[in-house]
């Protein structure tokens, strides 16, 4: 089954314990990217990765670190978490043929006290 | 710069009413369009798209969508309600450019459906 697994669903941490949450795919999509949801703003895009080794900002960026070393994962990382950064994270893959669709992941629910 | 909007932040409708959720988009070329849903607790996944060809698009579970290029809207309609469609609703625009397109997200459509 085509599938992006993202984990942990939930997560609770406090203020600067650096965390990861991690994503795979297994549709050998080259293109992933995270976004991050919070009412009344959508779904804003902190990073994304055309390809291993190819990673570049979105529109959130601050506070986020990715890397891609293998094609199907992609985990983000937070070095040092702060209450601004609760929200739910989604995980997405795509191939790069333009006209296809994003497969998401369940989400990771994270509140930072 | 490529943007999308949606009419309504929340909607309400009864079962059996006609669904109508709102968007439009600003692109400086033309674009690939997309609908998803999202069912609590549950990631988004894709109700239709449209790339290129016919400008009426048809979904799962009986949603359809137009692409009005004059009127630069994408609006989703299904017929009748029914109480599973109660979930948030993503309109989505990818720009066509020549190396990287980027997917921007409306900020969304919750839908209630009435008993």
């Known amino acids: 089954e085509a599938q992006v697994t993202q984990n942990p669903r939930y997560l609770i941490t406090v203020t600067g314990k650096k965390l990861t949450v991690t994503c795979s795919q297994n549709?050998?999509?080259?293109?992933m990217s995270w976004y991050r949801q919070d009412p009344g703003l959508g779904l804003r895009q902190i990073y994304y990765s055309m390809n291993v080794e190819v990673t570049d900002k979105g529109d959130v960026p601050e506070g986020y670190k990715v890397s891609r070393k293998e094609k199907r994962n992609f985990p983000l990382i937070l070095e040092s978490p702060s209450p601004n950064q609760t929200s739910l994270y989604f995980c997405?893959?795509?191939?790069?043929?333009?006209?296809?669709?994003?497969?998401f992941g369940q989400g990771t629910r994270l509140t930072v006290v | 710069a490529q943007s999308v909007t949606q009419l309504g932040s929340h909607v309400s409708v009864s079962e059996g009413a006609l669904v109508l959720l709102r968007c439009n988009y600003s692109?400086?070329?033309?674009?690939?369009l997309f609908w998803y849903v999202q069912y609590p607790n549950q990631g988004l996944q894709l109700l239709l798209k449209y790339t290129t060809g016919a400008t009426l698009v048809k979904g799962i579970n009986g949603f359809e969508a137009e692409f009005k290029k004059s009127e630069t809207s994408f609006h989703l309609t299904k017929p009748s309600a029914h109480m599973s469609d109660a979930a948030e609703y993503f309109c989505?625009?990818?720009?066509?450019?020549?190396?990287?397109?980027?997917?921007?997200f409306g900020p969304g459509t919750s839908l209630s459906v009435i008993p």
């Open positions: 692109s400086s070329v033309p674009p690939y």
């Open positions: 997405a893959s795509r191939s790069n043929r333009r006209n296809t669709e994003a497969f």
């Open positions: 549709m050998n999509h080259e293109y």
């Open positions: 989505a625009v990818s720009e066509v450019k020549t190396s990287y397109d980027k997917v921007i």
